[in-house]
T-cell receptor, first 111, second 113 residues
Framework: GQQLNQSPQSMFIQEGEDVSMNCTSS?????WLWYKQDPGEGPVLLIA?????ELTSNGRLTAQFGITRKDSFLNISASIPSDVGIYFC???????????FGKGTHLIIQP | KAGVTQTPRYLIKTRGQQVTLSCSPI?????VSWYQQTPGQGLQFLFE???????NKGNFPGRFSGRQFSNSRSEMNVSTLELGDSALYLC????????????FGPGTRLLVL
């Protein structure tokens, strides 16, 4: 089946720093989605990408759909304490398997 | 607009029992998907329903089943529970305008003893 490699697995940063994480796939996706999940809650949609090369922003968040359709990245600028959480990438190809999720990037902000 | 709601939020069952989880999608959404989240396997797709029909199914045993009602509400059932079924079960709904985009509920935390 499809697999997503998400990196890094965890990040320890200082407040105010920029953050970058990415996902690569073994196969082509038609849609890339980025979610944030807080403890005990469901994932919250941050950004959705629908076309290769698309670059989309949502406040301090920016994500891009790779040209090859096999990768995507998420950047967070000027991190703040409420950015702490687990970030997941998810992709959907043309098949019938629902969303495929990465293993998540655990973002920790040190005071 | 209210988000996706799931009931119950927490559940404790014993091995061999069965369980039914419920999901109400965002108003106007007709597609509902279910996922299982565990620390070891992460988020894994269970099945997807649209207009009361199962459209897609993940790689889970037949003990996992679901259905969707005419009002788009969905239920999933797990029979003959095993310890490994302990997980957070997440429901997501999608709008017709963008069926690839899924909005998740808070999940049902199932513990099997």
């Amino acid at each position: 089946g499809q697999q997503l490699n998400q990196s890094p697995q965890s990040m320890f940063i200082q407040e105010g720093e920029d953050v970058s994480m990415n996902c690569t796939s073994s196969s082509i996706f038609n849609t890339w989605l980025w979610y944030k999940q807080d403890p005990g809650e469901g994932p919250v949609l941050l950004i959705a990408l629908y076309k290769a090369g698309e670059l989309t922003s949502n406040g301090r968040l920016t994500a891009q759909f790779g040209i090859t359709r096999k990768d995507s990245f998420l950047n967070i600028s000027a991190s703040i304490p409420s950015d702490v959480g687990i970030y997941f990438c998810a992709g959907r190809g043309g098949g019938a398997d629902g969303l495929t999720f990465g293993k998540g990037t655990h973002l920790i902000i040190q005071p | 607009k209210a988000g996706v709601t799931q009931t119950p939020r927490y559940l404790i069952k014993t091995r061999g029992q069965q369980v039914t989880l419920s999901c109400s999608p965002i108003s106007g959404h007709r597609s509902v998907s279910w996922y299982q989240q565990t620390p070891g396997q992460g988020l894994q797709f269970l099945f997807e329903y649209f207009s009361e029909t199962q459209r897609n199914k993940g790689n889970f045993p037949g003990r996992f089943s679901g259905r969707q009602f005419s009002n788009s509400r969905s239920e999933m059932n797990v029979s003959t529970l095993e310890l490994g079924d302990s997980a957070l079960y997440l429901c997501a709904s999608s709008p017709l305008s963008s069926q690839e985009t899924q909005y998740f509920g808070p999940g049902t935390r199932l513990l099997v003893l």
